[in-house]
Structure formats: structure tokens, C-alpha cells
């Protein structure tokens, strides 16, 4: 072998410095999304700079991620989410009593189901996804607060309703315990209590919570304040939110669907100290049942400016429009009113976020991959399916991004 000369080896050595000094860069980039998102004002923020992110929901993550023969839906799922430039997943950290549940009764858990979650959470790291992660039903499904309720009575709790679950002792600290349980449960395929792990971008208290036999608010105000501190006791590091739909109180119930009240009050429950920011969710097809298409999209454009509005000039937090969809199996659906639906949402965000405004994402339910037929609810997106509505979402999904990028430089 010929020995090397001195210039080759300069140039060598610049080389293996340029790569040296590459690979600092990339650990440092990194790290940096590593960390825990923060909130600065009204915004989220992530390496020195405003985060902003289009994403998704796909409540079914763990259930099919705790079978080995099933996983590759929450990995194709994640993959074709990343593709599309889809960076915040929001789905069930819950699933009490029932078929294969997470908790079959109160502190007793089915670890097949929560090595699901474990797969769900590392598997979001790899595709560079953060997880909003919701720790209770409000409905029956998947348990929810109806099957604390029936635990309740099974231990002696004289009890008759389901919102019972906001007041009663015994119940509370069931779900008290749930929460801990999940919060310090340590990954078994990556050795990182989930009150640690970054890729956790907050926790929800509770899919939309409601209150009904107490119109005035108070109950579930008193629940959420008792319960967010708790919370915060255990994990002071991630982000908190309510996972309200957006229904506000008495004062401003004329902004409601049909004036209906839920027992929530969208400013005064997201004024609680520990809940970081604010959520609204918008289903006109379902709260509207009988109007038009245009009638739909009008009331949308309102509840969401209205909840833009309040949140920037009254909450001062930010916001994230954590679920939004129209179903194409109801009979009012044309194809026309989606996209309108998609494009009001998408473009009220982006306005709010481009004035350094509070809204920082929206979450359309719901994300499937291929071949999942039997999750099909009319508000199901396949990306790739409908190009026109996939090409929505890549859109927002870029200019979100190009956003972030232009207040990082």
C-alpha cells in the first residue's frame, strides 16, 4: 500500500471533522425535540421557538398495538402520518372493564394491553410524533365514567348516576389511581416512566367531559381543579388540558349548538390553575342534527372564531382544535361541504397562528391505516384515499411547518 501524503491526509482529517462536527449538530437538533414542550404566553414552544402542528386522532392505538399480529397498523399508521407531515397524535390511554381492557377493576391491569400503550409511545418517538394522551371516558364506551361508577357500587357506594363519578370519594380515588398508575408506569420496551418521556406531549383528564345534572358548573369545576393538582403532584413536567368540546356556561351559552348546556363553562374551566391549554372539538353534523350543509358550515366558522377570540383575548393560553370532522354517512353530507368544513378549520388556524396568535394545531378525527374497514364511523380519513382532502392536509401540514421554521431563524 501506498503510504497516504500529508495534503490527503489534511483533507482526511477535515473530513472526519466536518463529520464529527454533523453528527454534534444532529444530537444537539435531536435533543433539543427531546424536550418537554413549554408554554411561553399563548403559544407552545420547543427549541428556542413557537410549536405549531397539524395532527390526527386514533383512539384505537393501543388496543391494536397490544396484539404483535396487529402492531404493523399503529407502525403504518404513524409512517403514512409522518409522510404527510402529521406530527401530533391524540389517542386513549384508557379502556375500563369490558373486553380486553387495560383495567379490568380498579388497580388491577391487563399488562398485555398496557405493553400496547408501551408499543404506541415508542413507536410515535420513531416516527417523530408527539402523543396527547386521554385518561378517562366520558361515555360508556371503553368503560368510561359509567364503569367507575358500577366499581363504586360494587364496593358499597350508594350511588344513581353516572355523574356521581365527579363527586364520589371512593370513585375519585379510583380514578386518582388510574392516573398515577399510567403516569409512573416504566416502558417495558424503552425503560422510561411515561412522566418522563418527552414524546408525551400532555395529558387530557378526560374525553369530553360532561356534567349534565349540574348546569351550573360547579361540580365539574370543583373535579377538574381536584384533579389537576393531583395530577401536577405526580408530573410537573408535562402539559395539562381538559379535553373539553368547547361548550361554554350560562353567560355565553347563545354560542352553543342550540343553546345547550353541558355543566361546562369553556373560560372559567380552562382558567384553573395546572390545565396549560385550552381544546375544542366541533361536530355541527351531530350538534345540528337536521340543518343544512350551509347552516353547518356557518355555525363552524363561528364556533371557531368565537373560541379563537376568547382564548386569545380572555384565557391568554394556547389553543388546539383537538377533534373536528364531518361524516359522510349522515344524509345532509356532500363532498363539497367537507372540504369547505376542512378549509375553514385548517385556514382559522393557520390565520391565528401566522399573527402569533394562540392556535397552534388541529387533531380531524380520525387517522386509519389500510384495511381497517371495521373502524370505518363516516369520519374516518385514509390518507391517500381522497386526493383532494389528503392534499389539505399535507398542505396545512407544511405551512405549519415552514411557520415554525420562519420563527426559529
Given amino acids: 500500500m501506498i503510504p ?6 489534511k483533507k482526511w482529517g477535515l473530513l472526519m471533522l466536518l463529520i464529527f462536527l454533523l453528527k454534534i449538530q444532529q444530537k444537539a437538533i435531536v435533543k433539543a425535540e427531546d424536550e418537554f414542550i413549554t408554554i411561553k404566553g399563548v403559544q407552545f414552544w420547543l427549541n428556542g421557538g413557537p410549536f405549531y402542528a397539524n395532527g390526527f386522532n386514533s383512539y384505537w392505538l393501543m388496543y391494536e398495538g397490544s396484539d404483535p399480529n396487529t402492531r404493523h397498523k399503529v407502525s403504518d399508521a404513524f409512517k403514512e402520518a409522518s409522510d404527510h407531515g402529521l406530527t401530533i397524535a391524540r389517542t386513549w390511554a384508557f379502556s375500563d372493564g369490558g373486553y380486553r381492557p387495560l383495567q379490568y377493576s380498579p388497580g388491577l391491569y391487563n399488562q398485555q394491553m398496557f405493553q400496547g400503550l408501551d408499543f404506541v409511545v415508542t413507536e410515535a418517538k420513531k416516527y417523530g410524533i408527539k402523543l396527547i394522551l386521554s385518561l378517562v371516558n366520558n ?23 353516572e355523574d356521581d363519578f365527579f363527586t364520589n370519594p371512593v370513585v375519585k380515588d379510583f380514578y386518582k389511581n388510574h392516573i398515577k398508575t399510567v403516569l409512573t408506569r416504566v416502558n417495558s420496551m424503552n425503560g422510561v416512566a411515561y412522566k418522563d418521556d418527552t414524546t408525551i406531549m400532555a395529558w387530557e383528564l378526560m374525553n369530553e367531559p360532561r356534567c349534565t345534572s349540574d348546569l351550573s358548573g360547579k361540580i365539574l369545576q370543583d373535579w377538574i381543579t381536584e384533579m389537576a393538582s393531583y395530577l401536577k403532584s405526580i408530573d410537573a413536567n408535562h402539559l395539562l388540558e381538559i379535553g373539553l368540546e368547547g361548550f361554554y356556561g350560562n353567560d355565553n351559552k347563545q354560542y352553543n349548538p342550540n ?15 395546572g390545565i396549560d391549554f385550552a381544546t375544542v372539538h366541533s361536530y355541527p353534523d351531530q350538534w345540528l342534527s337536521g340543518s343544512t350543509g350551509e347552516q353547518q358550515l356557518s355555525f363552524h366558522q363561528k364556533w371557531v372564531q368565537q373560541h379563537i377570540s376568547d382564548t386569545q383575548n ?16 349522515l344524509s345532509s353530507y356532500t363532498p363539497s361541504d367537507r372540504n ?10 393557520y390565520s391565528s397562528a401566522s399573527e402569533g396568535g394562540p392556535t397552534a394545531g388541529g387533531l380531524f378525527w380520525q387517522l386509519l391505516a389500510k384495511k381497517m374497514d371495521n373502524y370505518r364511523d363516516g369520519y374516518d380519513i385514509v390518507l391517500g384515499e381522497d ?23
Fill in 139 to 161: 361515555y360508556e364506551d371503553f368503560g368510561g365514567k359509567k364503569q367507575y361508577v358500577e366499581w363504586g357500587k360494587s364496593k358499597g357506594q350508594s350511588l344513581s348516576s
Fill in 4 to 9: 497516504p501524503t500529508k495534503t490527503k491526509m
Fill in 314 to 329: 380572555i384565557l391568554r393560553k394556547p389553543l388546539i382544535f383537538a377533534e373536528f370532522g364531518k361524516s359522510y354517512k
Fill in 340 to 349: 369547505q368544513f376542512y378549509n375553514i378549520t385548517y385556514s382559522s388556524i
Fill in 259 to 273: 343553546n345547550l348546556q353541558e355543566g361546562t363553562d369553556f373560560i372559567a374551566n380552562n382558567q384553573i390553575h
Fill in 387 to 409: 386526493s383532494y382532502i389528503t392534499g389539505m392536509i399535507s398542505e396545512q401540514s407544511q405551512k405549519l411547518s415552514k411557520l415554525r421554521k420562519k420563527y426559529r431563524n
